[in-house]
Nanobody
Framework: QVQLVESGGGWVQAGGSLRLSCAPSGNIFSVNIMGWYRQAPGKQRDLVALISSSGTTTYADSVKGRFTISRDNAKNTVFLQMSSLKPEDTAVYSC???????????????WGQGTQVTVSS
């Protein structure tokens, strides 16, 4: 079963920056859409950003102009560059990927375990 490995979470003061990264491990045939979601305490999990294999991106309105999603298709890695961070960005950020494990399997959604991002005022 494919697993997603995340890194880059941590603590930062308001106005600072963090860069998250995520890559799948295991048998991989192809990786389709990848992205990031986040969930703050007491709130639902919301989309942050998505990126297709061709580079098409989608952002939540709350992060447009501040966050940038990108990917390295050769390494099947997705990144989230977060700048001008606000306390409202504090949440658990989870990596998302739609992965086809082999030529004989269908694509399946995989999630990372989540990484805590804390922005202090």
């Amino acid at each position: 079963q494919v697993q997603l490995v995340e890194s880059g979470g941590g603590w930062v003061q308001a106005g600072g920056s963090l860069r998250l990264s995520c890559a799948p491990s295991g048998n991989i045939f192809s990786v389709n859409i990848m992205g990031w979601y986040r969930q703050a305490p007491g709130k639902q999990r919301d989309l942050v950003a998505l990126i297709s294999s061709s580079g098409t991106t989608t952002y939540a309105d709350s992060v447009k102009g501040r966050f940038t999603i990108s990917r390295d298709n050769a390494k099947n890695t997705v990144f989230l560059q977060m700048s001008s961070l606000k306390p409202e960005d504090t949440a658990v950020y989870s990596c998302y990927a739609n992965i086809r494990a082999s030529a004989w399997s269908t694509s399946e959604i995989s999630w990372g375990q989540g990484t805590q991002v804390t922005v202090s005022s």
